[in-house]
Nanobody
Framework: VQLVESGGGLVQAGESLRLSCVAS????????MAWYRQAPGNPFELVAEITKAGNTDYGNNVKGRFTISRDDAKDTLYLHMNNLTPNDTDLYVC????????????WGKGTQVTVSS
């Protein structure tokens, strides 16, 4: 399974970005997909998750500003980010999970988001 992210870049505070993650297999084959972010030296932080059923969950720091969505026809996961702040500056990584009990995780290489003040 390959996950390829795109859409990151340098923006100013208050602006928006949309990240994309294209999967090499049907996104509907995964039990869940998610976006994580990581600053150098810090652990991964869950940004948003969407289950196969379409249920979503968000990290407290992004609730109300970010929206996760999935296009099954395009095998693509999205993260719509609004009202960005410098604290959102991170490497954003796409994740997919398959299995119940014994779970297999897949990770992309990430796309960098930098927000200037």
């Amino acid at each position: 399974v390959q996950l390829v992210e795109s859409g990151g870049g340098l923006v100013q505070a208050g602006e928006s970005l949309r990240l994309s993650c294209v999967a090499s297999e049907s996104v509907f084959s995964f039990d869940s997909m998610a976006w994580y972010r990581q600053a150098p030296g810090n652990p991964f932080e869950l940004v948003a998750e969407i289950t196969k059923a379409g249920n979503t969950d968000y990290g407290n720091n992004v609730k109300g500003r970010f929206t996760i969505s999935r296009d099954d026809a395009k095998d693509t996961l999205y993260l719509h980010m609004n009202n960005l702040t410098p604290n959102d500056t991170d490497l954003y990584v796409c994740n997919a999970a398959r299995g119940v009990g014994s779970v297999t995780l897949y990770w992309g290489k990430g796309t960098q988001v930098t927000v200037s003040s």
